[in-house]
């Protein structure tokens, strides 16, 4: 699978957008960080194998945000989770 933060791939050539995909982190305190150090690999391996489930070669635009805050009311306590998101595409064979 092919990773692109821009809208190209180096070497490649986008063929048709298949589409939009996201992958979340768990949620965590709003105020921190999610627990999992690595969970930026892993919000990234979760959104590759969203890709692969519809035959996509590559995924560009990849970009991570915040997916915003919810309160839950029994605790009082804030929780966010970090969204990766990208555009799934095929690639040209003769690329």
Avoid: C, F
């Avoid at 699978?1 to 979340?24: F, H, K, P």
């Avoid at 768990?26 to 921190?32: F, I, L, S, Y």
């Avoid at 890709?51 to 635009?61: L, P």
């Avoid at 945000?65 to 989770?81: F, S």
């Amino acid at each position: 699978m092919r990773i692109s933060s821009t809208g190209a791939i180096e070497g490649g050539r986008v063929l048709r957008t298949i589409g939009r995909i996201e992958a979340a982190s768990t949620w965590h305190p709003a105020r921190g960080s999610p627990r999992q150090e690595n969970w930026r690999e892993l919000v990234l391996r979760e959104l590759i194998r969203k890709a692969e489930d519809i035959d996509a070669d590559a995924i560009i635009r990849v970009d991570y945000q915040n997916d915003g805050v919810i309160r839950i009311d029994e605790t009082g306590v804030n929780l966010k989770r970090l969204v990766a998101t990208g555009i799934a595409v095929k690639l040209s064979r003769a690329a």
